[in-house]
């Protein structure tokens, strides 16, 4: 073991004493790089501040010891800084995790800031951008928590949560604006169906920025009655996603009004073409008023009629695999006569059918727990007569909206027990319900990808003949 002593010996002189350290230091340089590397020097036997410790109690100086020695310390603390700056420029976070790792974290980041870090490199743009990992990211995803609404021309992304809200301006992907004439149908995997009037129909997913127009030209042609188009007149619509095939379908029922006959139209937008269903239309079809929009769950799309005239067979569903209908009935406690305008929601993973009683001025929801299972039928009241709900929150509450003009204005979160928890104000709530609830995605089209391909393909030498634009401006 090395030992020193350290003595004071004032009768040094300081300018000796530099110059004396200053030519050790370049004696003990030159006899390093003629050393061989085995051999250790006493900068590999002592730290560098320790060093300096002790040529300063060597020295004595009349100058404040303390200060002096920080800022020597400091100096060579940022030199070492500097050092390991220059060493990291060669490393990057591959070097330091494996790429499973970097990939299941990514996983549980949330989408919002997913999109932002495909500018970090081109290898994670590239993983980022693979639908695999966009559809496992979707299905890590928690429930819903974000809303669409329309404003005039433009639209308001509202995010809700327990602890916090807030909201963001979007503009819907129309090239001709100001152009308010539009609606939303409804939403699917992160795409918001929007009907643009008179004869387009666009998916959109607001995230990414991809959107797609189809003309349904055929019908609006066939809604007209004594010569008037009617573009307001098709009684069901809905938007939904067949796993089976990797497909999203649109689905369209309406009343041709001259011919007096009922027509189903289903869009599939993996092959961009209408499929006609009149054979397995139920009918009477005005038995739903205009312009019911469907609700998207396991596979199915579900309808309900504003008008309740019995609890038998209230909800019409339409399975997307099997093409064929069915329906649920409503709760036979739900007191018809009472609750006007019944509505269904998905709260969780659970259908929800709402009616507002304005005799005890409370919102009845019913949850289906266990799906067509009739007696799963559970009701929660929440004391308020107005309330929309629209969402479950990460804890199990019930996130809705209030009526603009009553004392709950805004966006509300309530417990199972009917206590109210949060209350936010200050957000755009308009008089009627919410557009759509959506859960954010950065999934693709199938026909968008399989143009990517074939894009791909064109670059490699092989030839193809596009069949049908799938980005459009409207």
Request: charged fraction near 25%.
């Amino acid at each position: 073991m090395l030992c020193i002593k350290l003595l004071p010996n004032p009768s040094i002189d300081k300018k000796k004493l530099t110059h004396t350290v200053n030519r050790a230091k370049e004696q003990s340089s030159m006899e390093k790089k003629n050393r061989n590397n085995n051999s250790k020097s006493i900068h590999d036997i002592l730290p560098l501040e320790l060093i300096h410790i002790i040529l300063l109690r060597l020295s004595n100086p009349s100058l404040d010891k303390k200060k002096k020695l920080k800022h020597t310390v400091n100096k060579a603390k940022e030199e070492s800084t500097m050092e390991k700056k220059m060493n990291d420029k060669s490393r990057s976070i591959h070097d330091i995790l494996p790429l499973d790792l970097i990939h299941i974290i990514l996983l549980r980041v949330p989408i919002r800031h997913v999109a932002r870090l495909k500018c970090v490199s081109k290898l994670w743009c590239s993983l980022i951008s693979d639908p695999d990992f966009a559809e496992l990211h979707f299905c890590h995803s928690p429930a819903a928590t974000n809303v669409f609404m329309k404003k005039g021309a433009m639209a308001y992304l509202i995010y809700l949560d327990e602890n916090d809200a807030s909201q963001k301006e979007v503009s819907p992907p129309f090239e001709k604006k100001p152009h308010p004439d539009f609606e939303v149908l409804g939403s699917c995997r992160g795409f918001i169906l929007l009907r643009r009037h008179p004869q387009f129909l666009v998916v959109w997913n607001p995230l990414t920025g991809f959107s797609k127009r189809i003309s349904y030209s055929h019908i609006v042609r066939r809604l007209k009655y004594q010569g008037f188009r009617l573009p307001y007149s098709m009684n069901l619509h809905g938007f939904g996603y067949d796993a089976s095939q990797d497909d999203y379908l649109v689905v369209v029922a309406y009343r041709d009004y001259e011919r007096q006959e009922d027509h189903l139209e289903c869009l599939s937008l993996r092959t961009n073409s209408w499929i006609n269903l009149d054979a397995v239309l139920p009918r009477p079809l005005d038995w739903f008023d205009h312009n019911s929009c469907g609700l998207f769950l396991n596979g199915a799309i579900h309808w309900v009629p504003s008008c309740l005239k019995d609890h038998r067979d209230a909800i019409l569903i339409f399975d997307l695999k099997e093409r064929t209908f069915s329906r649920i009935s409503a709760p036979g406690q739900l007191p018809i006569s009472e609750c006007l305008f019944p509505c269904l929601a998905l709260l969780g993973d659970c259908l929800s059918l709402y009616c507002h009683n304005y005799s005890s001025h409370t919102t009845e929801i019913w949850v289906m727990k266990e799906y067509k299972v009739h007696s799963s039928w559970t009701l929660y009241q929440i004391p308020c007569k107005t309330f929309q709900p629209l969402c479950l929150s990460n804890n199990g509450d019930i996130i809705g909206k209030g009526h603009p003009f009553s004392d709950k204005k805004g966006y509300l979160i309530y417990n199972v027990r009917g206590d109210l928890l949060k209350h936010f104000k200050n957000l755009y709530c308009p008089i009627r319900g919410a557009d759509a609830v959506y859960t954010e995605s950065l999934l693709s089209l199938p026909s968008d990808i399989k143009d990517k391909d074939n894009k791909n393909k064109r670059k490699a030498g092989c030839t193809y003949s596009p069949c049908f634009a799938t980005r459009y401006s409207c």
